[in-house]
């Protein structure tokens, strides 16, 4: 650049910040195309479609043992199926994955899960892990800002009796955003009470395929439930608080069929209210299994004057039976008695005769008293000092 003055020309150099501009400029690029790189970058034994925009990762049976990396960062939609991944580590997803909102993980035989894991997944909506074999969920598992709106947990428990670790999972207050969960065919036997109390914006609970016996109350109390499929259980009887606490979520469809429900006087406050409530979608299919002279009979069919108590009516059997059983155990008691007394009769007649003698040796002193104190001769004699 040439510079005019008055007298002469001076030759200058660019301005140094100029210099500096371009630097930073190629910097930027260089780093925006190591971006795009790792952005589009399809993990090893993985099959990706959708590069360079929303990315669909599949990785399905691949024998994968642990979660492939490095993943793309715009990835979508994950699916990481059929594999054999037991523990999902606190770092099993190390990257901020801020466009995942599809994850499935299913069929992996997952076991534990570490605190943290789904912490990177700020827009994940919905989770499937069914089919795993889970007994550690840590309820650290998911960031408190999460915006998860469906979980699928179908055949995932190792076994019934870690339905505790789903209940500290969503009693966390972690999950409030949880519209959909999903519990089928886990061999559930009983749910905790007020498990579902943390989860105020649950629209559809499926329960379907347990071995549920019954309901606390206040199982669903306070919920805004849409749809409650609990069909393919043990129930026998339905609580009239657990009806109270579904007349209070209008517009609930409720499925019940193939349940074990017992049609005796206890059930007749179900059977009134099926007949007012239209709640239960497949009402005219629940059908009664005991007593057999009831089996197969729908619940809609029954006439109440049907039902019976077996209690009520056994009950004089039972108490003449209780009698008997009484009878027999203070008749033994007596036995064992006389077989002790039997047994220590030596010893027990020494101490009769202790106590005899002992008892005639006390008489005789207070006879002897009783002889002084009567006779006139030593009563004189005691009182003379003379003699």
């Not at 930073?24 to 795009?36: A, D, E, P, R, Y």
Request: glycine share 4%; aromatic share 8%.
């Amino acid at each position: 650049m040439l510079v005019a003055g008055p007298l002469f020309y001076i030759k200058t150099r660019p301005p140094y910040h100029k210099k500096l501009n371009h630097f930073q400029t190629g910097l930027v690029i260089f780093l925006h195309v190591l971006v795009s790189a790792q952005a589009t970058t399809c993990p090893q034994n993985c099959e990706c479609s959708g590069l360079g925009r929303t990315v669909i990762v599949k990785c399905v049976n691949k024998d994968l043992n642990a979660i492939p990396q490095p993943l793309p960062l715009n990835v979508k939609t994950l699916f990481i199926t059929g594999n054999d991944i037991p523990h999902l580590k606190h770092d099993a997803f190390p990257q901020s994955l801020d466009q995942l909102t599809n994850l499935n993980l299913s069929r992996n035989k997952i076991e534990v899960i570490d605190p943290f894991v789904f912490a990177k997944m700020p827009s994940l909506k919905q989770l499937d892990l069914s089919n795993n074999r889970i007994y550690k969920f840590s309820p650290k598992g998911f960031s408190t800002n999460n915006v998860l709106h469906e979980l699928n947990l179908s055949s995932t428990l190792f076994n019934n009796s870690f339905i505790e670790e789903i209940s500290a999972l969503v009693r966390n207050e972690t999950l409030v955003n949880l519209v959909r969960l999903e519990l089928s065919g886990n061999g559930l036997v009983y749910l905790p009470e007020d498990m579902f109390t943390s989860l105020p914006n649950l629209k559809t609970l499926a329960l379907r395929n347990n071995s549920i016996v019954n309901l606390k109350n206040g199982t669903f109390k306070n919920l805004r439930l849409k749809s409650l499929d609990m069909r393919e259980n043990s129930l026998k009887e339905l609580s009239n608080a657990t009806m109270d606490d579904f007349d209070q979520q209008p517009g609930i469809s409720i499925q019940l069929v193939n349940n074990a429900w017992v049609c005796d006087c206890n059930i007749e406050d179900l059977l009134v209210w099926l007949g007012r409530s239209d709640a239960v979608l497949d009402k005219g299919e629940l059908s009664c299994a005991f007593p057999d002279s009831l089996r197969d009979t729908r619940l809609l069919e029954v006439n109440i004057s049907e039902l019976h108590c077996p209690f009520y009516k056994d009950m004089k059997s039972v108490l003449q039976t209780s009698y008997v059983f009484l009878g027999i155990v203070l008749a033994l008691i007596g036995v064992i008695f006389l077989l002790v007394l039997y047994l220590n009769r030596k010893g027990i007649k020494k101490w009769i005769y202790n106590i005899r003698d002992a008892c005639r040796d006390h008489m005789e002193g207070y006879h002897y008293r009783y002889e002084i104190s009567t006779d006139p001769r030593l009563t004189n004699l005691s009182l003379n000092p003379e003699v």
